[in-house]
């Protein structure tokens, strides 16, 4: 991973990591020690799918850019059935509490998605690329009148 996809990062999983963290505490005060399990454990999902998600359409991004809209799309429906089908795998569970960790898995993929959103609102993104290295003119400069 390059160094500015690092800090693209790191403002989007601070704040999911701190969410899991309040809700791991409030599911820890109202469910008990199982429900801080599940907040935890939402939480780790949440950053690793997410992570791994926003890794994929970054790399896509640079080799096929002309997929990377549709590759978005795809991804981000991927990713809420997959955080869905976790959430009816451990339905019944006894490992943790599963509401809390419902509770916890929806909470921190909104925080995740506001604050990539975020992050990319704030980014300087150049829209166009500029060449400095050409100072030719355009071999096709138009018709001529």
Do not use: C
Request: aromatic share 8%; charged share 15%.
């Amino acid at each position: 991973m390059r160094s500015d996809d690092a800090r693209s990062l790191l403002p989007i999983v601070v704040p999911t990591a701190a969410a899991g963290a309040v809700a791991a505490a409030v599911s820890g005060v109202l469910a008990g020690g199982k429900g801080a399990i599940g907040a935890a454990v939402a939480t780790l999902i949440v950053i690793v799918f997410m992570g791994l998600g926003l890794f994929v359409l970054q790399r896509t991004a640079k080799s096929l850019p002309q997929l990377f809209q549709a590759m978005g799309l795809m991804l981000y429906t991927a990713q809420l059935l997959l955080l869905f089908i976790f959430v009816a795998v451990f339905k019944n569970t006894t490992l943790f509490n599963p509401k809390a960790f419902a509770i916890t898995l929806v909470a921190t993929t909104l925080v995740w998605i506001g604050a990539q959103t975020r992050t990319h609102m704030k980014a300087k993104i150049l829209y166009v690329e500029p060449d400095s290295t050409k100072g030719d003119k355009p071999e096709n400069p138009g018709p001529k009148s």
